[in-house]
């Protein structure tokens, strides 16, 4: 376990940039040091803490925060279609995504320039342009923090949801996600139907689709449409899309014509969470240090100096906003702590 720091500052690792303190803060690289770390730490909060991409801190953590250092990618198995590539979670997630492109790995393309870790995205079932880890995961493992062992946990055992999983639910806090497991094609199956990307790939210029040349057009479209949490600080998506009964979107499309709206099995409906916010007038709009982004209004951005405390009361008016507006509850995606 690397040096216990006490009143430790952890504005350099949350994408907001916030300037909160952290009561003790250590890292650990193996798991011999996290099992360490986690011995040493009884009897007051942990939070492990990975690229910090999907926490807004609204105060001090009167706890001890262990930064998840665990690196290593690794091919441990492979079949005639498919590579299981298990990748350490303290690994930055869009590197991982590059390195899976260099070697000719297909399926998280699309899921390029994700903040975040490794060790985030099993946890958040992150997804983007029509792609959630769901459908490339293949296992994890964890070590109980009861316990300090390691535990497997499949496709199944993970309980995936949109934007979730059991670690955010019923397994919150009693785990620590050390390594996750992904099942890679050999043979590419394109996924360009989602969002701007098939008229990006003709902007670019390309002829001869790969997965990379996929990755390169979401990642332009991710840059020009979202801010660079190093220059303003933001943690993407602040709220989940909601999902509607069928019958309850036919209703708000009477009231409002040109709602967008994508089936989803059960008779749901996905809207995007932008267009309620946008509609609802919050886009671009700032109070002091802090507002909504003028280019996405699904992203919340400290201007610099700002406080988490009003970030959050920011997004309660946003949801009340919305509610009184279209009936419909926002989600926070991000993690209030």
């Not at 492990?48 to 091919?75: A, H, M, P, Q």
């Not at 949801?161 to 394109?190: A, N, Q």
């Not at 100096?305 to 970030?311: L, S």
């Amino acid at each position: 376990m690397s040096e216990f720091l006490t009143d430790y500052s952890l504005q350099p690792y949350n994408t907001f940039g916030l300037d909160v303190k952290a009561k003790s803060f250590a890292r650990f690289k193996s798991l011999e040091t996290l099992k360490e770390g986690l011995q040493l730490a009884k009897n007051q909060p942990i939070l492990i803490l990975g690229g910090g991409s999907n926490l807004l801190f609204t105060k001090d953590y009167d706890g001890l925060v262990l930064k998840n250092e665990l690196k290593g990618i690794d091919v441990i198995q492979e079949d005639a279609e498919h590579f299981y590539v298990e990748a350490q979670a303290g690994e930055n997630w869009h590197q991982f995504v590059m390195h899976c492109i260099a070697n000719n790995w297909a399926g998280v393309e699309n899921l390029s320039l994700i903040p975040g870790t490794v060790g985030a995205a099993p946890m958040q079932n992150i997804g983007a342009y029509g792609v959630e880890i769901i459908q490339v995961f293949d296992h994890l493992k964890a070590m109980e923090i009861a316990t300090g062992e390691i535990h497997t946990f499949n496709k199944e055992d993970c309980q995936f949801g949109y934007r979730e999983s059991v670690f955010k639910k019923s397994l919150k806090g009693k785990y620590v996600i050390t390594s996750g497991c992904f099942k890679l094609k050999k043979t590419p199956d394109f996924n360009t139907s989602y969002g701007a990307i098939a008229q990006t790939l003709e902007d670019m210029g390309v002829t001869e689709l790969s997965i990379k040349a996929v990755s390169d057009a979401v990642i332009h479209i991710r840059q020009t449409k979202l801010p660079d949490p190093k220059e303003i600080g933001n943690s993407g998506s602040f709220f989940k899309n909601p999902e509607v009964d069928k019958i309850d979107f036919e209703g708000l499309r009477a009231e409002f014509p040109s709602i967008p709206g994508y089936p989803l099995p059960d008779n749901k409906v996905k809207i995007p969470a932008a267009w309620l916010i946008d509609q609802d007038g919050w886009k671009g709009k700032t109070f002091g240090q802090i507002g909504v982004h003028k280019n996405q209004p699904l992203v919340l951005v400290n201007y610099g100096g700002g406080k988490g405390a009003d970030i959050k009361a920011l997004a309660f008016k946003i949801q009340a906003s919305v509610a009184t507006k279209f009936g419909i509850e926002l989600t926070p995606e991000v993690n209030i702590v």
